[in-house]
């Protein structure tokens, strides 16, 4: 079984935005600060933003209801 990283889960997320959006992602940025939850500064042809994904043991998808 493949283990999950950082990379593929980014890479899943700029998919999906590129998907959703149609947005260009040009540069991600990493940001170390907090406790299990990854999170990055994503730039886009459309501005700057911040990409946060939740831990599935501390947050379970029943209490995300409506964070897409």
């Known amino acids: 079984m ?9 890479d899943d997320i700029c998919h999906s935005i590129r998907a959703i959006f149609g947005w260009n992602i040009h540069h991600t ?13 994503i730039f886009t042809d459309h501005g700057s933003y911040f990409v946060k994904q939740y831990n599935r043991t501390r947050y379970p998808s ?6 897409e």
Not at 62 to 67: D, K, R, T, V
């Open 29 to 41: 940025m990493a940001i170390p600060l907090g406790y299990k939850n990854l999170k990055w500064r």
């Open 2 to 10: 493949e283990q999950i990283t950082d990379s593929h889960i980014l």
């Open 62 to 67: 029943s209490s995300n209801a409506g964070l």
